[in-house]
């Protein structure tokens, strides 16, 4: 069965400090991945995607995610965090040609102004 | 604004009652999927309908039941309300029927508190 683990929480960070969030997923066979951002009060927001192709992939609001499809990652990145980046993160999978998109438990993001 | 509209956005109720929460997805898109958000679960699929037919169920309790119409709106029904049904529903919309490649967009949930 498919499954996607985000190991880090919470995490706390200070403006213009670096972000790395993990994600791994369980799936022997092609997936789509996708991350998701969750603003304070709001819905889920997509930040980016990969489905093939260049496995490093560019969202909105400078971030960036890397598929490596050896360690069945998908980490997101973003150089230097802004107090606005505050949110919960959510990393998917969905296996092509299934219907079904598994999301991960979420990280909480806050950053310190 | 993700096209997705959900109704009511907030709603409480007793428990052993029962609710209905409603979606339109976005225009064209023929995909609805139903999600519950709660602290202790996290992201929970719960069904998955296409063009009026169910595709997919997860973590969907008996209790709950869902359908999409005609006009692809689509409404959950969930009945014998317990206490550890209070949690954010989501429902999400998608163009295509799963198919690879396929990005689903959020509505803003319907906030359900069971007292």
């Known amino acids: 069965a498919q499954s996607v683990s985000q190991h880090n929480h919470h995490v706390i960070l200070s403006e213009a400090a670096s972000l790395e969030l993990g994600c791994n997923y369980s799936?022997?066979?092609?997936?789509?991945l996708f991350w998701y951002v969750q603003y304070p009060g709001q819905h889920l927001q997509l930040l980016l995607k990969?489905?093939?192709?260049?496995?490093l992939v560019k969202g909105i609001k400078g971030f960036e995610a890397e598929f490596i499809k050896s360690k069945f990652s998908f980490n997101l990145r973003k150089p230097s965090v802004q107090w606005s980046d505050t949110a919960e993160y959510f990393c998917a999978v969905n296996a092509q040609g299934t219907y079904k998109y598994i999301f991960g438990t979420g990280t909480r993001l806050k950053v310190l102004a | 604004d993700s096209g997705v509209t959900q109704t009511p956005k907030h709603l409480i109720t007793a428990t052993g009652q029962r609710v209905t929460l409603r979606c339109s997805p976005r225009?064209?898109?023929?995909?609805v999927y139903w999600y519950q958000q709660s602290l202790d679960q996290g992201l929970q699929f719960l069904i998955q309908y296409y063009n009026g037919e169910e595709r997919a169920k997860g973590n969907i309790l008996e209790r709950f039941s869902a359908q999409q119409f005609p006009d692809l709106h689509s409404e959950l029904n969930l009945s014998s309300l317990e206490l550890g049904d209070s949690a954010l529903y989501f429902c999400?919309?998608?163009?295509?029927?799963?198919?690879?490649?396929?990005?689903?967009?959020f509505g803003e949930g319907s906030w359900l508190t069971v007292v």
């Open positions: 999400a919309s998608s163009a295509l029927q799963g198919r690879s490649g396929n990005t689903i967009y």
């Open positions: 225009s064209g898109d023929l995909s």
């Open positions: 990969y489905f093939s192709g260049d496995p």
């Open positions: 799936y022997g066979g092609t997936v789509n």
